[in-house]
């Protein structure tokens, strides 16, 4: 491959960003490369120890982009100019780099023709659109949250509290068309069982974002050992990430169900363990609305809305409201003192306090909304997170269920308010097969006999 030709190859690679699946690669080795024949990861961050010239050569021979990762403490500016000579595709910022920083390497990405993603603190994300792919750092290893003692904590729903990144991701994909990664690193020394790799990627792509993969090292090491147990567990993180992919128009589905909530980054719709994600524990079909996106439409669908800000709307908001509320909405406004932090320290948890905030937030909405079906209710679903969403015409509708236990969940029923003539159940490295719909009283429901990790359910 001649120089215009690799030119030309880096100029479609850079030009499709939005559309790489990102792994933090963990070797510079070119021949490591071969791991990725028939492999959906096609986008490799490589840190600083790692950039090799030839390593970018054969990866884009290989069909993949590169990306330099550029951390704070480094030299900015060289870094950047380092990565362009080395033949990188684009650079990741990645930790908390000042605001000064972060537009002076956009910049000197922009002049250099280098793709440019920050992976920064989670206020910091640009939700403007003017980046095609935005990230942060500040996530958790999604899971079933123990306690010391080995017992799995409470959330304020009385389920168990499971860890989640999905509850903001919501917020922020109601806002902005960029794509979404998410880093969370291994802990180190640790050797992290395949089932808890396969529902980070779940949890982030079921509400349309990207785990950036990174493995531990004992995974590493059998995998560059050829070892059998390596090479399986790859090929089923391989398996499950294709599932995405092959489903790639479920990326733009809107939210299903007839629950609206009006929340802002002020209230702390940034926050890990905060409102969101308390509904969203329910099960109760959401729809998130940023206060900058109200308008007739966004209300298209939907029953009843929690507005937890009432004070911070304008005039024009609040007729907007009044307009839901004549059309026969429900609309419930959250007294003071709902609103949590903005998210926007250090800590990015929800702190004791604030869920003790949380309890009360919860008795009050779970007094209103009751047994209500607001768009589908789900019955044995304790390990379990659901996201319903439809087509911009409506049909069809997919439920995905992610499973957080280390152990199948048998016996899950779903129940419809609506009435649908064909459900499908589909799953990672499963043929889809028909579901058996049951239709009474307008509505539908379905029995799905084991849930392992993932599966979604097309109803049509």
Same mark, same amino acid.
């Given at each position: 491959?001649?120089?215009?030709?690799?030119?030309?190859?880096?100029?479609? *690679?850079?030009?499709?960003?939005?559309?790489?699946?990102?792994?933090?690669?963990?070797?510079? =080795?070119?021949? &490591?490369?071969?791991?990725?024949?028939?492999?959906?990861?096609?986008?490799?961050?490589?840190?600083?120890?790692?950039? &090799?010239? &030839?390593?970018?050569?054969?990866?884009?021979?290989?069909?993949?982009?590169?990306?330099?990762?550029?951390?704070?403490?480094?030299?900015?500016?060289?870094? @950047?100019? #380092?990565?362009?000579?080395? $033949?990188?595709? %684009?650079?990741?910022?990645?930790?908390?780099?000042?605001?000064?920083?972060?537009? #002076?390497?956009?910049?000197?990405?922009?002049?250099?023709?280098?793709?440019?993603?920050?992976? %920064?603190?989670?206020?910091?994300? !640009?939700?403007?659109?003017?980046?095609?792919?935005? $990230?942060?750092?500040?996530?958790?290893?999604?899971?079933?949250?123990?306690?010391?003692?080995?017992?799995?904590?409470?959330?304020?729903?009385?389920?168990?509290?499971? =860890? &989640?990144?999905?509850?903001?991701?919501? /917020?922020?994909?109601?806002?902005?068309?960029?794509?979404?990664?998410?880093?969370?690193?291994?802990?180190?020394?640790?050797?992290?069982?395949?089932?808890? /790799?396969?529902?980070?990627?779940?949890?982030?792509?079921?509400?349309?974002?990207?785990?950036?993969?990174?493995?531990?090292?004992?995974?590493?090491?059998? *995998?560059?050992? %050829?070892?059998?147990?390596?090479?399986? =567990?790859?090929?089923?993180?391989?398996?499950? @990430?294709? /599932?995405? *992919?092959?489903?790639?128009?479920?990326?733009?589905?809107?939210? /299903?169900? #007839?629950?609206?909530?009006?929340?802002?980054?002020a209230d702390g719709a940034l926050l890990q363990g905060g409102i969101i994600d308390m509904l969203v524990a329910r099960h109760i079909p959401l729809r998130v609305i940023p206060p900058a996106r109200l308008s007739?439409?966004?209300?298209? %669908?939907?029953?009843?809305?929690?507005?937890?800000?009432?004070?911070?709307?304008?005039?024009?908001?609040?007729?907007?409201?009044?307009?839901?509320?004549?059309?026969?909405?429900?609309?419930?406004?959250?007294?003071?003192?709902?609103?949590?932090?903005?998210?926007?320290?250090?800590?990015?948890?929800?702190?004791?306090?604030?869920?003790?905030?949380?309890?009360?937030?919860?008795?009050?909405?779970?007094?209103?909304i009751g047994r209500e079906n607001l768009g589908v209710r789900l019955f044995n679903v304790s390990s379990i997170r659901s996201v319903p969403v439809a087509s911009r015409t409506g049909r069809p509708v997919v439920?995905?269920?992610?499973?957080?236990?280390?152990?199948?969940?048998?016996?899950?029923?779903?129940?419809? #308010?609506?009435?649908?003539?064909?459900?499908?159940?589909?799953?990672?490295?499963?043929?889809?097969?028909?579901?058996?719909?049951?239709?009474?009283? $307008?509505?539908?429901?379905?029995?799905? !006999?084991?849930?392992?990790?993932?599966?979604?359910?097309?109803?049509?």
């Open positions: 491959m001649n120089p215009n030709q690799h030119m030309l190859l880096a100029l479609i *690679l850079a030009t499709s960003l939005a559309q790489c699946v990102p792994a933090r690669w963990f070797t510079d =080795d070119p021949s &490591s490369l071969e791991l990725l024949e028939n492999h959906p990861i096609n986008c490799l961050l490589l840190e600083s120890v790692h950039w &090799s010239s &030839s390593f970018c050569v054969r990866a884009h021979e290989k069909g993949r982009n590169v990306l330099a990762v550029i951390r704070p403490g480094q030299p900015l500016v060289e870094r @950047i100019r #380092q990565a362009k000579q080395l $033949g990188f595709d %684009g650079i990741v910022l990645e930790g908390r780099f000042g605001a000064n920083e972060r537009d #002076q390497a956009r910049s000197l990405a922009s002049e250099l023709g280098l793709q440019f993603v920050l992976i %920064g603190a989670r206020h910091e994300m !640009d939700l403007t659109g003017r980046d095609p792919v935005i $990230g942060t750092f500040q996530t958790v290893w999604p899971g079933i949250h123990l306690a010391e003692d080995g017992a799995a904590k409470a959330a304020p729903t009385g389920a168990p509290w499971i =860890d &989640s990144n999905g509850g903001f991701i919501r /917020y922020v994909r109601s806002l902005t068309p960029s794509a979404i990664w998410l880093s969370g690193r291994p802990p180190r020394q640790a050797v992290v069982p395949l089932i808890r /790799y396969l529902q980070a990627i779940h949890d982030s792509a079921v509400v349309g974002a990207w785990w950036v993969l990174e493995l531990d090292d004992d995974f590493r090491q059998r *995998l560059l050992a %050829g070892s059998t147990s390596g090479l399986e =567990d790859w090929r089923r993180l391989g398996e499950h @990430i294709r /599932y995405w *992919l092959e489903h790639a128009e479920w990326r733009d589905y809107e939210p /299903y169900g #007839q629950f609206g909530l009006i929340h802002d980054r007739a439409d966004v209300f298209r %669908g939907l029953r009843m809305v929690l507005n937890v800000n009432p004070t911070s709307l304008t005039q024009e908001q609040r007729d907007i409201l009044r307009q839901f509320t004549r059309g026969g909405g429900t609309l419930l406004s959250a007294p003071p003192g709902w609103q949590l932090s903005d998210a926007s320290g250090e800590n990015f948890v929800a702190s004791d306090k604030e869920v003790e905030v949380l309890d009360s937030v919860w008795r009050g909405v779970n007094g209103l439920l995905h269920l992610v499973n957080y236990a280390d152990y199948p969940v048998e016996r899950v029923t779903c129940r419809f #308010q609506e009435r649908f003539t064909r459900a499908t159940l589909l799953g990672p490295g499963r043929s889809p097969s028909p579901l058996e719909l049951v239709t009474e009283n $307008g509505g539908s429901e379905v029995l799905i !006999d084991k849930v392992d990790v993932l599966v979604s359910v097309l109803l049509e």
